[in-house]
């Protein structure tokens, strides 16, 4: 006989942390704002927005890792009807990837987390880990770097900056 338990895809421990990083993240997210959407701090750095944008398909990614042996790059077109241009296609975008992301985890067989995943550019391997490892680098460890880069770009901006793993200065409470 079969218990509910016994019957649910295994997930290992060490992901029990990319729902809390995918809300907190979509704190961020809910920050931008559509006046300065082509904002750049410097010439060579990505707009608010594009770095935005970043972020809301980087759970996408997570899911290619979770439900493909291999992404290629190459010729990848993530947004065929154009990338998000606004926080609400922002917000939308990256909800249908964390929710893409989130049910993907459930579906990997236990024995899948140690099979190879590579990601490539053309004939370009640029990551090739277990699946496990790679969800761990492009699926989290990814959202965590660009979307540290995206509250920089908020204070910059003197817009609000929500908490992420604590409050941040703009949600303290002042001294007494």
């Not at 060490?14 to 809300?23: G, I, R």
């Not at 640029?126 to 908020?154: E, K, M, S, W």
């Amino acid at each position: 006989m079969m218990t509910d338990t016994a019957a649910a895809p295994s997930r290992p421990p060490a992901f029990n942390d990319l729902e809390p990083e995918l809300a907190t993240t979509r704190r961020v997210l809910e920050r931008v704002a559509d006046e300065h959407w082509d904002w750049k701090p410097h010439e060579k750095s990505k707009s608010l927005g594009a770095l935005a944008t970043h972020c809301a398909e980087i759970p996408f990614l997570a899911s290619l890792v979770l439900s493909k042996d291999e992404f290629n790059a190459a010729g990848a077109n993530r947004w065929p009807d154009g990338p998000p241009r606004n926080r609400e296609a922002l917000l939308a975008a990256f909800d249908a990837a964390a929710a893409a992301a989130t049910g993907a985890i459930a579906q990997v067989p236990g024995n899948a987390w140690t099979s190879q995943w590579k990601l490539k550019m053309g004939d370009q391997v640029f990551l090739d880990l277990p699946r496990a490892a790679a969800l761990r680098v492009l699926g989290i460890n990814h959202l965590v770097h660009h979307r540290a880069q995206l509250t920089v770009y908020l204070r910059l901006l003197d817009i609000p900056v929500p908490s992420v793993y604590g409050p941040s200065a703009d949600e303290m409470a002042p001294p007494k």
